[in-house]
């Protein structure tokens, strides 16, 4: 008994001294932050009012580090100052007052207007009307389609887009065939620029693409950082009024052939020989202008959609970021993310656009690069998803991992099991790990290095914590994943330290940080809101995320839920693959769920089909061909257990509870797993089972 009162005592202590030391920091900070984003929006100062004051106050300072050249803010901004040009002078497209009369539109309809006055009434009804509002205005904007890699100059054209008001859509490069067509599908671009190394994955699909203008950008063609350097010589050769191609262009266009493709392939010098000044045209930047959008599979399934972020979220982001890891101007960050996920191209790019920081930009990430260059560019700071974690600490020890400047690594998804190992082998003093998605409206951060934890939510306040904070966790049913919700009022019931919950966010309509943009469909945004949470009548975006929270407040990532599964760092929606799949088995059954496999961070892809027939050969080169790698399951369950729902729906829970483990399944199954090394599927068997499991046997 005196034992268990000593651990009491002891947690309520280290409790007290939490609230005293986490606690009010972190409330002084949500203070400051908010009266900040408070005095932005009454002032209306957006992302391009950051970077034109960076551009102004140290035009000399290098923006980018990349491979071997730098770009200074001056550079960013020159070249996005042509791009700006290009669009409202050649393209004749951007967002002015005029165009503003011309597009000002309903955003609901009177259909919508009047079901919403019967379904619902008073402030209940505002709020749903103020979140339909975000939705609908997702179309009210010109998007303009990007598929470049992590290059310089794709930050140019994302300012040169704002700047005319317009939206840059950020293309996954790895995207093909069908799921680059859905990601069409799921925007309405009006332009579409791609570098030309992704030509023919563009050509692949031509047939099926909408009918807009196609500009091929080839930035070996036009050196930037040499500011001074002159406009091609012979300006003869340049069209001046080339419109870019068509579908029929890419259909008929060579790939390798430059002199037959010598018209399309002067986008990048016809840039050039736009001005560097500013447009012409005033445009009435808004707080909530859409800036990008992202694609994400989300956690509701069904085709890839894309998720804007608007001046709000960008600031909100970088400044959030800034407070609670200590950023400042003098840093230097290492990204070697993709740019087309928010966390690279909003959160990443945004130290440069917003801090000023300097950013060193990788084309992707290298374990065996990656101290290298961060001793090379004298890197301070370097953002990580967990998979890339693992990498580095699965190297052989190599001199620079010691030797470099970096204080901090930021980012989501480090394992506890690893936590300690990484700072104390790579000598990194602080993890800055948080929580976040591309469309959601939730942030956590853990700033006191908590190992394993994403964040916290000080639950022990009770009413006070749900007046400050928007974040709940939720309480789940274990098996359905169903919120629980209590009889009586029919509210959801909150987690409590210990128990595993869904993580959501309540949408207060206004509050800077606390909205729900949604996507480009208004049905998929629709998908992700809850109602009923706290009080009645209130609304909440749902994350699809399970969290367990501790005694002190500490979230700690568990799992995702819905038809989405993470793999190297990628989300995959398992309903978009399975309609791939259904294609290559004449629409048997086939089910695809992510599972668990030991060494390995999220959740690799698994198959389960009644198909009997199915040639693996032929089933891999057919997924090659259209979905990235990530995408493809590793895993192959032939089974006749594929059981459904009375409406027809697959059940999923008993198929990814038994995975690949050869104890669980039936005697007439068929179990492959994909073996990296000779590039096909092999059977699974007691001794493979073996191996796998303890990581003698690689699947990726």
């Excluded at 709020?127 to 009210?140: M, V």
């Excluded at 069409?184 to 190394?197: D, G, L, N, V, W």
Aim: proline letters at 3%.
């Amino acid at each position: 008994m005196s034992i268990k009162m000593a651990e009491l005592i002891r947690k309520w202590m280290k409790l007290f001294h939490v609230m005293l030391t986490r606690d009010i920091r972190s409330i002084i900070l949500l203070v400051t932050f908010q009266i900040k984003m408070f005095w932005y929006k009454q002032k209306n100062i957006v992302m391009l009012h950051f970077f034109d004051e960076n551009v102004r106050k140290f035009p000399e300072k290098p923006a980018i580090f990349y491979k071997d050249e730098q770009y200074t803010f001056e550079n960013v901004s020159d070249l996005a100052n042509r791009i700006s040009n290009w669009i409202e002078s050649s393209l004749k497209l951007g967002h002015d007052d005029q165009w503003e009369l011309l597009h000002k539109v309903s955003v609901i309809s009177n259909d919508e207007q009047q079901q919403n006055q019967q379904n619902n009434n008073g402030k209940e009804n505002i709020i749903q009307t103020k979140i339909y509002q975000q939705f609908n205005d997702n179309l009210q904007t010109t998007q303009i389609g990007l598929m470049l890699g992590n290059i310089p100059e794709l930050a140019s054209f994302l300012i040169g887009i704002a700047r005319v008001r317009c939206s840059a859509i950020m293309f996954n490069t790895n995207h093909r065939r069908d799921t680059l067509i859905n990601a069409f599908q799921a925007t309405k671009c009006q332009i579409f620029i791609f570098e030309r190394k992704y030509l023919q994955a563009i050509k692949d699909v031509a047939e099926n693409l909408p009918d807009i203008k196609f500009f091929l950008y080839d930035r070996d063609l036009i050196k930037q950082p040499q500011r001074q350097q002159s406009i091609d010589k012979n300006l003869l050769q340049i069209d001046f009024n080339y419109d870019g191609m068509t579908r029929m262009d890419l259909i008929n266009v060579s790939v390798d052939n430059d002199n037959e493709n010598e018209k399309h392939l002067q986008f990048s010098k016809l840039l050039q020989t736009y001005p560097t000044t500013s447009v012409l045209k005033k445009y009435p930047y808004k707080f909530t202008d859409k800036m990008i959008y992202i694609f994400t599979s989300g956690t509701t399934g069904g085709n890839i959609k894309a998720s804007p972020a608007d001046n709000v979220r960008q600031i909100a982001s970088y400044f959030s970021q800034c407070r609670a890891f200590d950023l400042n101007s003098n840093d230097n960050i290492y990204i070697c993310l993709p740019c087309y996920h928010s966390f690279a191209g909003i959160t990443g790019l945004g130290y440069m656009f917003i801090g000023g920081i300097t950013i060193t930009l990788a084309d992707k990430f290298s374990a065996t690069k990656f101290w290298k260059d961060c001793c090379q560019y004298q890197c301070t700071a370097a953002i990580y998803i967990g998979e890339t974690c693992r990498y580095l600490l699965a190297q052989p020890y190599r001199q620079e991992e010691t030797q470099h400047s970096l204080r901090i690594m930021m980012g989501p998804g480090m394992k506890r099991e690893i936590w300690r190992e990484f700072q104390t082998r790579f000598h990194i003093r602080r993890i800055g790990e948080y929580y976040g998605s591309t469309e959601g409206n939730v942030q956590t951060f853990n700033m006191t290095n908590v190992e394993g934890s994403c964040g916290f939510i000080p639950y022990y306040y009770g009413i006070l914590c749900r007046l400050l904070f928007h974040v709940y966790l939720i309480k789940v049913d274990p098996e359905t994943m169903e919120l629980e919700r209590c009889r009586r009022n029919g509210l959801c019931k909150f987690a409590k330290p210990g128990e595993t919950g869904m993580l959501v966010g309540q949408i207060r309509p206004g509050h800077s940080f606390s909205e729900f943009l949604g996507y480009t469909s208004t049905k998929e945004s629709t998908k992700k809101i809850i109602r009923n949470v706290r009080t009645k009548g209130d609304f909440a975006f749902v994350s699809g995320d399970l969290m367990e929270m501790d005694f002190y407040g500490n979230l700690y990532f568990k799992d995702r839920t819905g038809d989405t599964f993470r793999w190297k760092g990628e989300n995959v929606s398992t309903t978009e693959i399975e309609d791939i799949i259904s294609q290559f088995t004449k629409h048997q059954d086939c089910v695809v769920y992510g599972v668990t496999v030991p060494g390995y961070d999220g959740r690799a892809g698994m198959l389960a089909t009644n198909d009997r027939q199915l040639n693996l050969d032929r089933f891999y080169q057919f997924m090659y061909e259209r979905v990235p790698d990530y995408a493809i399951p590793k895993f192959i369950r032939i089974t006749d257990d594929i059981q459904m729902t009375s409406t027809l729906k697959f059940i999923k829970y008993p198929l990814r509870k038994v995975g690949f483990d050869l104890k669980q399944t039936k005697p007439m199954d068929q179990l492959y797993y994909w073996n990296c090394q000779q590039s096909k599927y092999l059977p699974i068997d007691s001794e493979t089972y073996d191996k796998i499991l303890n990581g003698q046997i690689k699947i990726s």
